[in-house]
């Protein structure tokens, strides 16, 4: 059972940054991706990154509302995945969840379906 654990929320004001981090043991097999929840609304995929198991290197993903603003990373070393966010704005406020996979998909990891783990969720508020 992977155990996600994810922290680096806070309150920053529009235009600042935060980088949130997902680790658990052995995460380095496992594709990861950043899901956000903002209130009233649906979970939405942000960014994933594939696992050092994929033959062709890293491969990412971004929403077309975060490209350019949000980067995702990670340090296998510390099971860890990262996700860079700069020039916030306030409809980037949420929760946001890390989940896990260690299934092959042959499609977009952008959706829910392929991961099988998830963190507690971790909140994100931007002021104006």
């Known amino acids: 059972q992977l155990r996600l654990v994810e922290s680096g929320g806070g309150l920053v004001q529009s235009g600042g940054s935060l980088r949130l981090s997902c680790a658990a043991s052995?995460?380095?097999?496992?594709?990861v991706g950043w899901f956000r929840q903002a209130p009233g609304k649906e979970r939405e995929a942000v960014s994933y990154?594939?696992?050092?198991?994929?033959?062709?290197?890293?491969?990412?993903g971004y929403a077309d509302s975060v490209k350019g603003r949000f980067t995702i990373s990670r340090d296998n070393f510390k099971n860890t995945v990262y996700l860079q966010m700069n020039r916030l704005k306030t409809e980037d406020t949420g929760v946001y969840y890390c989940?896990?996979?260690?299934?092959?998909?042959?499609?977009?990891?952008?959706?829910?379906?392929?991961?099988?783990?998830w963190g507690q969720g971790t909140q994100v508020a931007v002021s104006s």
């Open positions: 989940a896990a996979s260690n299934t092959y998909y042959s499609g977009d990891y952008m959706i829910e379906l392929p991961y099988d783990y």
């Open positions: 052995g995460l380095d097999d496992y594709v």
């Open positions: 990154i594939t696992s050092s198991g994929f033959n062709t290197g890293f491969k990412t």
